[in-house]
């Protein structure tokens, strides 16, 4: 008599699980945008009449109720990492010239960043990382611009912070094997190549598995939006004019994030639509 074998119903379980879970993107942990269905992201933080790259800027956006913050962050002459777009610090202090990278943490943080934007910034100076990510932990996400490839050191600091899933990191699709470091030393983070033109899109996905994409109006349109929604990536795309007549064409196309000079001006048109 040949006798009937069931699969045992824990194995069922168990494979059921596993489905669920790799069909999780991290993405999901990503909070709704607070506005709309559009993330806004504020560009080197909220500095409309405030320094930029400031802790003021970044308190502004979180106040104001962005999604997330830019920041642009370099390596100091002692090995500590700070946020200041430019490679060096001639725009920003009166009076002084020189390379980032030249300076040291202390040296930095004598210079006076908000003396020409008015008395009420005279205590505003270049931020750390640290200090960036105290401010900004479970209030709002960081877009981590990554201006050179420390990884591992930058990563050290964000996990001490426990913000690896609050964090995108900006890095150019040319730099793969940086962006394939990231994902090799840390899983749950969430790496945000530019893959230039459209025709790009795929290649990156194959290569490199992210769960979201960086671009700007160069480089959208209805067609990039259609192949990064098929591969189920998000999209977060650097205005251009930063008019509402652009913001409505990039919505429009189904674009998840704008990174933006006005955050306040943005929110007030995606609230008032």
């Given at each position: 008599?040949?006798?009937?074998?069931?699969?045992?119903?824990?194995?069922l379980?168990?494979?059921?699980?596993?489905?669920?879970?790799?069909?999780?993107?991290?993405t999901?942990?990503?909070?709704?945008?607070?506005?709309?269905?559009?993330?806004v992201?504020?560009?080197?933080?909220?500095?409309?009449?405030?320094p930029?790259?400031t802790?003021?800027?970044?308190?502004?956006a979180?106040?104001?109720?962005?999604?997330?913050?830019?920041?642009?962050?370099?390596?100091?002459?002692?090995?500590?990492?700070?946020?200041?777009?430019?490679?060096?610090?001639?725009?920003?202090?009166?009076?002084?010239?020189?390379?980032v990278?030249?300076?040291?943490?202390?040296?930095?943080?004598?210079m006076?960043?908000?003396?020409?934007?008015g008395?009420?910034?005279?205590?505003?100076r270049?931020?750390?990382?640290k200090?960036?990510?105290e401010?900004?932990?479970?209030?709002?996400?960081i877009?981590?611009?990554?201006?050179?490839?420390?990884?591992?050191?930058i990563?050290?600091?964000?996990?001490?912070?426990?913000?690896?899933?609050?964090?995108?990191?900006?890095?150019?699709?040319?730099?793969?094997?940086?962006?394939?470091?990231?994902?090799?030393?840390?899983?749950?983070?969430?790496?945000?190549?530019?893959?230039g033109?459209?025709?790009?899109?795929?290649?990156v996905?194959?290569e490199?598995?992210?769960k979201?994409?960086?671009?700007d109006?160069g480089?959208?349109?209805?067609?990039?939006?259609?192949?990064?929604?098929?591969?189920?990536?998000?999209?977060?795309?650097?205005?251009?004019?930063?008019?509402?007549?652009?913001?409505?064409?990039?919505?429009?196309?189904?674009?998840?994030?704008?990174?933006?000079?006005?955050?306040?001006?943005?929110?007030n048109?995606?609230?008032?639509?």
């Amino acid at each position: 008599m040949v006798t009937k074998s069931y699969f045992p119903i824990k194995y069922l379980i168990l494979v059921f699980f596993i489905i669920i879970l790799s069909s999780c993107s991290t993405t999901s942990n990503f909070p709704k945008p607070k506005n709309g269905n559009t993330y806004v992201i504020a560009h080197r933080g909220a500095h409309k009449n405030i320094p930029e790259n400031t802790l003021a800027a970044y308190q502004k956006a979180i106040d104001l109720g962005c999604d997330f913050v830019e920041i642009d962050v370099r390596k100091t002459k002692d090995g500590k990492f700070v946020s200041i777009h430019n490679s060096t610090i001639d725009n920003y202090v009166e009076g002084k010239t020189g390379k980032v990278k030249d300076f040291t943490l202390t040296e930095l943080k004598e210079m006076n960043i908000g003396k020409r934007f008015g008395p009420e910034w005279e205590n505003e100076r270049i931020p750390t990382l640290k200090e960036i990510l105290e401010l900004c932990k479970d209030k709002i996400g960081i877009y981590l611009d990554l201006k050179e490839p420390y990884v591992k050191e930058i990563l050290d600091i964000v996990k001490n912070f426990q913000m690896e899933e609050n964090i995108v990191w900006y890095i150019p699709a040319s730099e793969i094997e940086v962006i394939k470091v990231l994902k090799l030393i840390c899983p749950n983070c969430l790496p945000m190549p530019d893959p230039g033109p459209k025709e790009n899109i795929k290649i990156v996905n194959s290569e490199i598995q992210p769960k979201i994409i960086a671009t700007d109006m160069g480089e959208l349109n209805a067609d990039y939006m259609k192949i990064a929604k098929s591969l189920k990536l998000k999209v977060f795309v650097d205005e251009d004019e930063g008019t509402e007549p652009e913001w409505q064409k990039i919505i429009e196309w189904g674009t998840d994030g704008i990174q933006t000079d006005d955050p306040e001006k943005l929110i007030n048109y995606l609230n008032k639509n």
